[in-house]
């Protein structure tokens, strides 16, 4: 569903109509749903974003203008999302587990449509290894195909950092992947 058929939907989402609003997640809940995946490992913590996405979505309704794009409005919120969950952890981590690692639980991909050759799948393991504020660049502009500027924009950063990060993000990709053996370019 694009935006055009979305915005009446929206409107009465946004005055409180809880069926509206259903029809709102089933038409994002699987774009929702991947782009935590990628940028989150552990499934619990996947879902528990998720729905925190979509409670932060009810609540900000008010403050969505039907002049810019729906999915980057919901974009911004799924970042806000990811990052606030990220700092709870970390603050987690440092109060109870100073000394201990984190184990990741690898995540089981649901949509096998995503993963349909072993390239995809070795492309994903690299963009995984990256760094957080590296790695959401990647997903933002190659998975949802967002410009940088607009990248920019959910991130709340300057261009040039966007550009930067998107950079310094291609460039390890490049450096990961000649590691391994690969003889695709990564541009």
């Known amino acids: 569903m694009n935006d055009k058929e979305l915005l009446p939907i929206l409107e009465k989402a946004t005055l409180g109509d809880e069926?509206?609003?259903q029809l709102v997640y089933q038409a994002t809940h699987q774009d929702v749903y991947r782009t935590v995946a990628f940028?989150?490992?552990?499934?619990?913590?996947?879902e528990d974003i998720v729905n925190e996405v979509y409670m932060r979505m009810w609540r900000s309704f008010h403050a969505y203008d039907p002049s810019r794009p729906f999915r980057n409005w919901l974009h911004g919120i799924i970042v806000r999302q990811v990052q606030d969950w990220?700092?709870?952890?970390w603050r987690?981590?440092?109060?109870?587990?100073r000394n201990r690692q984190l184990t990741c639980v690898p995540?089981?991909?649901t949509d096998k449509a995503v993963l349909q050759s072993?390239?995809?799948h070795d492309l994903f393991s690299l963009v995984r290894q990256l760094s957080y504020k590296l790695r959401v660049v990647v997903i933002l502009r190659y998975f949802h195909d967002y410009a940088l500027e607009e990248i920019a924009d959910m991130l709340q950063i300057p261009v040039g950092t966007a550009k930067s990060r998107h950079h310094l993000a291609l460039k390890e990709l490049r450096k990961r992947f000649a590691m391994t053996g690969g003889d695709v370019y990564v541009h």
């Open 107 to 109: 995540f089981e991909w």
């Open 92 to 97: 987690r981590i440092r109060l109870f587990e």
């Open 19 to 21: 069926s509206a609003f």
């Open 86 to 89: 990220k700092r709870k952890a």
């Open 118 to 120: 072993e390239m995809q």
């Open 39 to 46: 940028l989150i490992y552990g499934k619990q913590d996947i």
